[in-house]
């Protein structure tokens, strides 16, 4: 008797894995390709992504000249402001 | 000549006994697999190891303060022991069968403070928890090291081509059936009475189908602690026969004209998609499966850790050199199992023969719903890549790989297999959690 119970017990634990398991992808499925299209709707092209993302670490010579620019003066800034002192 | 009698009685060779040397020969045994047979050897030589002196007479490595005071002690510490647990011993009866029945009463459902008790008083007289004990407890007993480890696997990660191709996450759930078949399969077995598990040992066992070492630690580690070292040790192993296991079955189950489809190019995937995604599986965990929260929390860390790019230190030793201390340290708790009493049973061997069946539905199972999905969608897919749908990463991409070359050399699937490969991985930590949930 208690082994038809247990027997039942695992029947009852295999439908429930497999249905959580697959309606768990499931939503995720349906939340990646949500994902992606919004993703590609407000940021377009990857190429573009990538510019915007990877600016910091490799610049182009423009910008490079803007921000040296920035940084050699703010530490011109800061010396005079130690200075003063 | 006294001196020399309490030598000889000191010695391993006089204590050990027949269960202790077949558990060294299986050290060993696992020691020559990992060297010569490269059977995962990252993990099956520290296991092997640990296993050898978790065996070692006398020394008690992998034995609690308590156990190895009832093991070893005195007559006088040993009365004074029982009474903390609150149990006479018969004083007619010769030592070691004092010995066995504190050992009975110590792992049968004493009150929490009178093993407090017993323990202190183990303690007291000089003896001390085992390195392995110690070990187990802070790795494997607190979770900690089988979490860690899943971060590192996050770390190393890449999602892209399940990002590409969303749909082959449908065959990572689909591999999950092996597990839970098998867990069927030892309730089964314990119905015809041929073994004995209980549900939560069934659903320990049956995890091993998901091929993935850290997630049945993990599970057996909560559901069934006794039978770690047997679980452990199948699910390492069979994870490196994995490129025998699954080629018959995915030959079977195919046709050459199948083996032979070729799968459209994945789209590139953009930096900001690889960011946002484990974010948003973090949070359909929390919203829908809060018990698969650590493993697939860690997961998500070390996942978010690697694509996010300011960190690179930190994902770095997720994947190198956290993992590689873990791994040894796990490694030897888990060898900390493989002691005679737990481990020479019928049941191992159950769990062993069920091991391998678990990973053939797997298999099969992940095979046949890439057919099916076939069926229905216009976009191909090759069969094949539903065998990586069990986890084993990226053990199993690389078999489809290989047996999709062998039918035609000019078919690379490595990259469309490694989308099902991380969706396993995924899979079994949900599954993971369903068990968890409905049995811890």
């Not at chain 2, 510490?77 to 029982?82: E, I």
């Not at chain 2, 007289?125 to 085992?130: A, C």
């Not at chain 2, 708790?333 to 069920?354: C, H, P, Q, R, Y």
């Not at chain 2, 053939?360 to 229905?376: D, E, P, Q, S, W």
Request: glycine fraction near 10%; hydrophobic fraction near 55%; proline fraction near 5%.
């Amino acid at each position: 008797m208690q082994d038809y119970e247990l027997l039942q017990d695992g029947l009852a634990l295999m439908a429930l894995g497999m249905g959580v398991v697959f309606v768990f992808l499931t939503i995720l499925v349906i939340s990646v390709t949500l994902m992606s299209k919004l993703i590609d709707r407000f940021q377009p092209a990857p190429i573009a992504v990538d510019a915007s993302k990877k600016s910091p670490s490799s610049p182009a010579p423009v910008s490079q000249n803007d921000e040296m620019l920035a940084v050699i003066s703010a530490a011109v800034h800061r010396y005079r402001s130690t200075r003063r002192r | 000549m006294d001196k020399l009698v309490t030598l000889w009685e000191g010695s391993g060779l006089y204590n050990l006994e027949l269960g202790q040397a077949a558990m060294i020969m299986v050290g060993l045994l696992l020691l020559y697999l990992a060297i010569y047979k490269k059977f995962e050897p990252l993990l099956l030589v520290p296991i092997g190891f640990g296993g050898i002196l978790a065996n070692i007479p006398e020394a008690g490595l992998a034995i609690s303060a308590l156990d190895q005071a009832i093991e070893v002690a005195k007559p006088a510490v040993l009365q004074q022991m029982a009474a903390a647990l609150g149990a006479s011993l018969d004083p007619l009866a010769n030592l070691d069968a004092w010995r066995e029945s504190l050992q009975m009463i110590a792992h049968d459902g004493v009150a929490p403070d009178q093993l407090r008790a017993a323990r202190d008083i183990a303690v007291g007289v000089g003896y001390s928890d085992g390195m392995l004990y110690n070990f187990y407890k802070v790795a494997i007993g607190s979770g900690i090291a089988p979490l860690i480890i899943f971060m590192g696997v996050g770390a190393m990660t890449d999602f892209g081509p399940l990002l590409a191709n969303p749909r082959t996450l449908f065959l990572g759930a689909a591999a999950q059936f092996g597990i839970f078949a098998t867990l069927f399969g030892a309730v089964a077995l314990t119905s015809m009475g041929v073994m004995d598990f209980s549900l939560n040992q069934a659903a320990a066992i049956g995890i091993i189908g998901g091929a993935d070492g850290p997630t049945s630690i993990y599970v057996s580690s909560v559901l069934a602690p006794e039978l770690l070292g047997a679980i452990a040790v199948a699910a390492y192993a069979y994870m490196a026969l994995v490129p025998l296991i699954q080629p018959p079955i995915m030959r079977l189950l195919t046709t050459q004209k199948e083996r032979e489809i070729k799968m459209t190019q994945l789209r590139p995937v953009s930096k900001l998609e690889k960011v946002v995604f484990p974010l948003m599986l973090l949070i359909l965990v929390a919203l829908f499966l809060p018990d698969a929260a650590p493993l697939l929390g860690m997961f998500c860390f070390g996942n978010l850790m690697r694509e996010c790019g300011v960190v690179e230190r930190l994902s770095d030793t997720a994947q190198n050199s956290l993992i590689n201390i873990v791994t040894i340290i796990l490694g030897l708790s888990v060898g900390s199992k493989l002691m005679a009493d737990s481990f020479l049973t019928f049941e191992t061997l159950g769990i062993l023969g069920l091991g391998i069946v678990a990973f053939g539905i797997g298999t099969a199972a992940g095979v046949l719903m890439a057919k099916l999905m076939n069926l229905v969608s216009k976009m191909p897919i090759n069969p094949l890549i539903g065998a990586a749908g069990v986890s084993a990463v990226p053990m199993a991409a690389r078999v489809a790989n290989k047996v999709g070359l062998e039918s035609n050399p000019h078919n690379f699937l490595l990259m469309h297999a490694m989308g099902p490969n991380v969706a396993g991985v995924i899979g079994s930590a949900v599954a993971a959690g369903v068990m968890i949930k409905y049995l811890g």
